[in-house]
């Protein structure tokens, strides 16, 4: 299916589930933001933009720490990479490539499940997406000769000659006796000269007006395209038209996938000075300035950590984790204006407006929320939180129980999450036999939730009721 098929449905509905996705990333709501990316790349599977923003929020849920993904995770990847073979062997490349977004969501820079997935993606015709897909983990991949060998099949595969013969030089780095390396590598330098000398050779006849000049004019401009690396490309599209927003927002994708956050903030600010008032811009733009103060808030908490006697450090943690609220509080305000229907904004603004403190208001947005099915249980759960912080216990019970009602038997994280609030509430009223069977209940399910062991202990030493 083609991305640019602005009039399928499919595009349409996929375009509507990145846009819930940004609004959740916004909100550090990562759950629900992956699950939305997911869904977008079903309906428009070819569709890159929408590939990497489910990456860049599956890595930023590990805090961009590939050493934050469990030791035995690799147990649970394992059989949907063999499902995904599976499919991709009945010809199922869509299911294929859905597996093996399932297996990312459990380890965003796993190799097997990227060469997996690029296998289908080839098979699917999607070779921009391959090559992207073995690149995203090349950092994970780098001393792997057999994963260096795809890589370099794929890129030449996508006649990015340069990227294969850096891949095969660098197989003679690792496996010094691969002759084949050595071969490809040449074979592939040879194949870069010719394709040069084919576009000089095209560009020196129609500079010299001869004959065919009209005849391979489109010709000449597509190998003039294809010579462009997708930055350049980007940039000569805002040159040739400068009010064309989806070149800016393409841009600025490329540049946040590399962690250019100041070069994609630049690009945004250009395309809005052009065009103030285009919405897409500005939700980009705010996206990306949310993205740059938690990465400087990232940056200072490390260095409050390492010495916690930084006062300047401190106040500037303090400054930009201020900033920061207030910003996503006015942006997501400025959504709220636009979309009011829009249940999964009422949550993120919810969700603002607590951590700033805002407790009536944000109870106001989660209740709106809760009319949402697939965010019910979360909108009371924040309620319950935001009523518990208001000092009303009453409500904040209520809330969690309600909760609890509507949660599902294999939700065990969030069964556990409000017994424990729901004990927390039964002990600080003094009901120890009610705080006791809600914490019985989370230690159930695991007996290291939080500090729910020491808990039942401290109840036990308590005397009985009267």
């Excluded at 399928?8 to 550090?28: G, I």
């Excluded at 850096?166 to 071969?183: F, S």
């Excluded at 040739?240 to 945004?268: F, I, M, T």
């Amino acid at each position: 299916m083609s991305t640019g098929d602005e009039s399928n449905p499919r595009v349409q509905k996929a375009k509507t589930f990145f846009q819930y996705a940004n609004d959740a990333a916004l909100k550090s709501n990562f759950d629900y933001a992956i699950q939305m990316y997911k869904e977008a790349c079903k309906l428009v599977p070819d569709n890159l933009k929408y590939r990497q923003a489910l990456r860049g929020t599956e890595r930023r849920k590990f805090g961009n720490d590939p050493s934050k993904v469990g030791r035995l995770v690799g147990a649970r990847i394992q059989p949907l990479r063999m499902s995904a073979r599976s499919a991709k062997g009945k010809g199922n490349f869509a299911q294929s490539l859905e597996l093996c977004e399932d297996a990312f969501t459990h380890n965003p820079w796993d190799v097997g499940t990227a060469r997996d997935a690029a296998d289908a993606a080839v098979a699917f015709g999607f070779k921009e997406l391959a090559q992207w897909l073995l690149e995203s983990v090349h950092a994970q991949g780098e001393n792997d000769a057999d994963f260096l060998r795809h890589q370099a099949d794929v890129q030449e595969l996508n006649e990015a000659w340069p990227k294969a013969i850096a891949c095969w030089e660098r197989v003679l780095k690792v496996d010094p006796n691969d002759q084949n390396a050595r071969r490809k590598a040449n074979d592939l330098s040879a194949k870069a000269t010719i394709h040069r000398s084919g576009l000089n050779e095209a560009i020196q006849k129609a500079e010299k007006g001869n004959s065919s000049a009209e005849a391979m004019a489109a010709e000449l401009e597509e190998m003039k395209r294809a010579a462009l690396t997708p930055e350049q490309r980007y940039l000569k599209e805002i040159a040739d038209n400068p009010k064309h927003v989806s070149a800016y927002l393409s841009l600025s994708e490329q540049y946040r996938s590399e962690g250019k956050l100041d070069e994609a903030e630049q690009v945004l600010a250009k395309g809005l000075k052009v065009m103030p008032e285009d919405g897409n811009l500005k939700q980009a733009h705010a996206d990306v300035q949310v993205l740059r103060l938690q990465r400087a808030i990232e940056a200072f908490t490390r260095k409050v950590k390492k010495d916690p006697s930084d006062a300047d450090a401190k106040t500037k943690l303090e400054l930009l984790t201020a900033k920061l609220q207030d910003f996503e509080i006015k942006e997501l305000n400025r959504r709220i204006a636009l979309r009011p229907e829009d249940l999964n904004l009422r949550f993120q603004f919810g969700q603002a407006l607590a951590k700033a403190g805002k407790h009536n208001e944000a109870i106001a947005e989660f209740q709106q929320a809760r009319n949402s099915v697939q965010l019910k249980v979360q909108a009371l759960f924040h309620a319950g939180l935001s009523f518990e912080a208001n000092k009303v216990p009453k409500l904040a019970e209520r809330s969690y129980q309600e909760a609890l009602r509507s949660t599902e038997p294999d939700e065990v994280d969030t069964i556990n999450s409000l017994h424990y609030r729901l004990g927390r509430i039964a002990e600080a009223q003094g009901n120890i036999s009610g705080a006791e069977e809600h914490y019985n209940e989370v230690a159930a399910n695991n007996y290291n939730y939080l500090d729910v062991a020491e808990r039942l202990t401290n109840l036990n030493q308590k005397p009985p009721e009267d």
